[in-house]
T-cell receptor
Framework: DVKVTQSSRYLVKRTGEKVFLECVQDMDHENMFWYRQDPGLGLRLIYFSYDVKMKEKGDIPEGYSVSREKKERFSLILESASTNQTSMYLCASSIPGQGRSNEQFFGPGTRLTVL | DQQVKQNSPSLSVQEGRISILNCDYTNSMFDYFLWYKKYPAEGPTFLIS?????DKNEDGRFTVFLNKSAKHLSLHIVPSQPGDSAVYFCAASAITGFQKLVFGTGTRLLVSP
């Protein structure tokens, strides 16, 4: 079974703090993704990575950065947290070309609140 | 611009009846479509998918229908069960899209006993 874990289920931070969200997958997947989920907006892609040290911007990268130093780990960084970054953050991974389904496996999510 | 749309934010159905969740898309480059189910405080889990070369895919109680000319897909759940109560997301990927998924806004399904 694929397992994607996220370092925290709930996190409360202050405005201006630097925030690190960690994601680890145990199935040797090349692709990893960070999304945020907000009511009425669905899942929106922040950043993704298709290999170690590679990263690509998604649809809403502003205010975020990422790091992928090892294949199994993909970190999302909020350089200076703001209240509009209060959200549910979801990490996912996938194998390139997996049956052409592009199925992604998700972690449990981190509910971040910025005060 | 919202390339994948789920126009019904919520749907209520009685146990044992059919649930039909709808999804529309605008990008003609999409060639694979997926449905995910999400319970509160959990990550989405994959439910069923369909390739653009097919018009129907069935897996137990779940069937997805694709109408390419209308750029419309639907998920049918028969019979619906209370445990099906969750948010359902439609997602699409394009062969040129670097395996990215574009998600709809979700439909909250409530199945009452």
């Amino acid at each position: 079974d694929v397992k994607v874990t996220q370092s925290s289920r709930y996190l409360v931070k202050r405005t201006g703090e630097k925030v690190f969200l960690e994601c680890v997958q145990d199935m040797d997947h090349e692709n990893m993704f960070w999304y945020r989920q907000d009511p009425g907006l669905g899942l929106r892609l922040i950043y993704f990575s298709y290999d170690v040290k590679m990263k690509e911007k998604g649809d809403i990268p502003e205010g975020y950065s990422v790091s992928r130093e090892k294949k199994e780990r993909f970190s999302l960084i909020l350089e200076s947290a703001s209240t509009n970054q209060t959200s549910m953050y979801l990490c996912a991974s996938s194998i390139p070309g997996q049956g052409r389904s592009n199925e992604q496996f998700f972690g449990p999510g981190t509910r971040l609140t910025v005060l | 611009d919202q390339q994948v749309k789920q126009n019904s934010p919520s749907l209520s159905v009685q146990e044992g009846r059919i649930s039909i969740l709808n999804c529309d898309y605008t990008n003609s480059m999409f060639d694979y479509f997926l449905w995910y189910k999400k319970y509160p405080a959990e990550g989405p889990t994959f439910l069923i998918s369909i390739s653009s070369i097919k018009d129907k895919n069935e897996d137990g109680r779940f069937t997805v229908f694709l109408n390419k000319s209308a750029k419309h897909l639907s998920l049918h759940i028969v019979p619906s069960q209370p445990g099906d109560s969750a948010v359902y997301f439609c997602a699409a990927s394009a062969i040129t899209g670097f395996q990215k998924l574009v998600f709809g806004t979700g439909t909250r399904l409530l199945v009452s006993p």
